[in-house]
């Protein structure tokens, strides 16, 4: 089996005329969790996308999984964003967002009762309970909100699992739970996960990979244990924005 599950080689994004990633290449290794951290305008959210095959881009990005190498199959990778959407005038409930993804019938037809079965099973995985499920999306918490986005990417058990900065918005105390969470989802699925932050602080202690990103290129990929606040001086200019809680 290939150690990597995404091989990235010399990849360049330009966007409104702007180069933002600039021949990056990388290796992301398989059932392993690799933070991607950098200071905003580096190319992170951009690097995301690129895998998500939502913008054009030059150079290669292999997928190791599945049966077609060349592109994600929706089924194998998961996603999950900064924060919901949420129209104001098209209110739904957590359980309405989950069954508009997980069947293809209309909702106002009714669940199947698999279906059913299987929300409870997705929200327990993420530690909320059943009583979620019927809660306007706008009444919930930041942190609830980004648990049943979790649900949702996890189903069917992808095996690649992109965040981009999943916990901002939610204090500290819930920003760890949350990854304890993604933590518990890769040691006991083995699932991939990619997830973009400007906090090593935060996620150091859940991660195996750190990459640090600056002007759309890699300065540095190895254990967050070899990422020294120097280091991140050299990278960045400044570690502080690296090292600090965005919530205190």
Same mark, same amino acid.
């Given at each position: 089996?290939?150690? /990597?599950?995404?091989?990235? =080689?010399?990849?360049?994004?330009? +966007?409104?005329?702007?180069?933002?990633?600039? @021949?990056?290449?990388?290796?992301?290794?398989?059932?392993?969790?690799?933070? #991607?951290? @950098?200071?905003?305008?580096?190319?992170?959210?951009? +690097? *995301?996308?690129?895998?998500?095959?939502?913008?054009?881009? %030059?150079?290669?990005?292999?997928?190791?999984?599945?049966?077609?190498?060349?592109?994600?199959?929706? =089924?194998?990778?998961?996603?999950?964003?900064?924060?919901?959407?949420?129209? /104001?005038?098209?209110?739904?409930?957590?359980?309405?967002?989950?069954?508009?993804?997980?069947?293809?019938?209309?909702?106002?037809?009714?669940? =199947?009762?698999?279906?059913?079965?299987?929300?409870?099973?997705?929200?327990?995985?993420?530690?909320?309970?059943?009583?979620?499920?019927?809660?306007?999306?706008?009444?919930?918490?930041?942190?609830?909100?980004? =648990?049943?986005?979790?649900? *949702?990417?996890?189903?069917?058990?992808?095996?690649? +699992? *992109?965040?981009?900065?999943?916990? &901002?918005?939610?204090?500290?105390?819930?920003?760890?739970?949350?990854?304890?969470?993604?933590?518990?989802?890769?040691?006991?699925?083995?699932?991939?996960?990619?997830?973009?932050?400007?906090?090593?602080? %935060? #996620?150091?202690?859940?991660?195996?990979?750190?990459?640090?990103?600056?002007? @759309?290129?890699?300065?540095?990929?190895?254990?967050?244990?070899?990422? %020294?606040?120097?280091?991140?001086?050299?990278?960045?200019?400044?570690?502080?924005?690296?090292?600090?809680? &965005?919530?205190?």
């Amino acid at each position: 089996m290939i150690a /990597s599950l995404v091989s990235v =080689r010399n990849l360049r994004v330009e +966007l409104g005329g702007n180069e933002i990633l600039r @021949g990056l290449s990388c290796e992301l290794a398989r059932g392993k969790i690799t933070a #991607v951290l @950098g200071l905003n305008g580096s190319g992170k959210t951009t +690097l *995301l996308r690129a895998l998500l095959k939502e913008i054009p881009y %030059t150079g290669a990005i292999q997928f190791h999984c599945g049966h077609d190498h060349s592109k994600p199959n929706p =089924r194998h990778v998961g996603y999950v964003p900064q924060k919901l959407r949420i129209e /104001s005038n098209m209110p739904l409930t957590v359980r309405d967002l989950l069954g508009i993804a997980m069947q293809r019938r209309p909702i106002f037809l009714g669940l =199947r009762s698999e279906v059913k079965q299987q929300m409870k099973v997705m929200l327990e995985g993420v530690g909320a309970t059943e009583s979620l499920l019927d809660r306007p999306l706008e009444k919930i918490s930041g942190g609830e909100q980004q =648990r049943v986005l979790l649900a *949702l990417a996890m189903w069917p058990e992808p095996e690649l +699992l *992109l965040l981009d900065e999943p916990a &901002s918005g939610i204090d500290v105390q819930g920003q760890e739970q949350f990854y304890d969470i993604i933590s518990r989802l890769n040691r006991e699925r083995g699932t991939t996960v990619v997830l973009v932050s400007h906090d090593l602080s %935060t #996620v150091g202690a859940h991660v195996h990979q750190v990459m640090c990103m600056k002007d @759309g290129l890699i300065h540095f990929q190895g254990p967050p244990r070899e990422i %020294t606040a120097e280091a991140l001086q050299q990278i960045f200019g400044t570690a502080r924005h690296l090292f600090v809680h &965005s919530h205190q």
